[in-house]
T-cell receptor, first 112, second 115 residues
Framework: DQQVKQNSPSLSVQEGRISILNCDYTNSMFDYFLWYKKYPAEGPTFLISISSIKDKNEDGRFTVFLNKSAKHLSLHIVPSQPGDSAVYFCAAYSSGTYKYIFGTGTRLKVLA | DTGVSQDPRHKITKRGQNVTFRCDPISEHNRLYWYRQTLGQGPEFLTYFQNEAQLEKSRLLSDRFSAERPKGSFSTLEIQRTEQGDSAMYLC?????????????FGSGTRLTVV
């Protein structure tokens, strides 16, 4: 039962353009949603989060949007840079469970 | 504090052997997690400690897997009688209490290859 889904395994974007990564979830009890970035041979690193009471959170070039009615969140990266090339995971957290459930990841490639 | 440390970084073992991995979390973090990641998948939850207490184990964690966190500091994950299906990246993460919105801090992982 995949509670958090990332349906696009890969995405290629030109440098300077917008990257949009999508994530869908099924459990309406999730309180927080996060995006992690992962380079090869490293552990995932925290990128940005959003609480379920908000619909947008912005941090520099990164913005996360949450649509609770659609159970959908997205990560926008503007402008995209070659150093953004990595695998991006969305993760969802439910208070009381104390753990994050991860999606399968989207490999982003930013072309110079 | 330099973050979450995992040892070893790589482990190659023969099928049927036992292996043990170690994780040293960030010192002020009382929560410690083990996840497993296979190729093309996201990290899958294995188990979770709050201080020294193991509060949850995933159904993924068969009887061959055991984890400990003595004295609420470092943690070990042991796999007995390894199988080829155990080949994966084993990730450890830690977090302080009450900061769900900031996620975990992950270590670099231990890559296990069972031959």
């Amino acid at each position: 039962d995949q509670q958090v889904k990332q349906n696009s395994p890969s995405l290629s974007v030109q440098e300077g353009r917008i990257s949009i990564l999508n994530c869908d979830y099924t459990n309406s009890m999730f309180d927080y949603f996060l995006w992690y970035k992962k380079y090869p041979a490293e552990g995932p690193t925290f990128l940005i989060s959003i609480s379920s009471i908000k619909d947008k959170n912005e941090d520099g070039r990164f913005t996360v949007f949450l649509n609770k009615s659609a159970k959908h969140l997205s990560l926008h990266i503007v402008p995209s840079q070659p150093g953004d090339s990595a695998v991006y995971f969305c993760a969802a957290y439910s208070s009381g469970t104390y753990k994050y459930i991860f999606g399968t990841g989207t490999r982003l490639k930013v072309l110079a | 504090d330099t973050g979450v440390s995992q040892d070893p970084r790589h482990k190659i073992t023969k099928r049927g052997q036992n292996v043990t991995f170690r994780c040293d979390p960030i010192s002020e973090h009382n929560r410690l997690y083990w996840y497993r990641q296979t190729l093309g998948q996201g990290p899958e939850f294995l188990t979770y400690f709050q201080n020294e207490a193991q509060l949850e184990k995933s159904r993924l964690l068969s009887d061959r897997f055991s984890a400990e966190r003595p004295k609420g500091s470092f943690s070990t994950l042991e796999i007995q009688r390894t199988e080829q299906g155990d080949s994966a990246m084993y990730l450890c993460a830690s977090s302080p209490p009450g900061q769900a919105g900031y996620g975990y801090t992950f270590g670099s992982g231990t890559r296990l290859t069972v031959v």
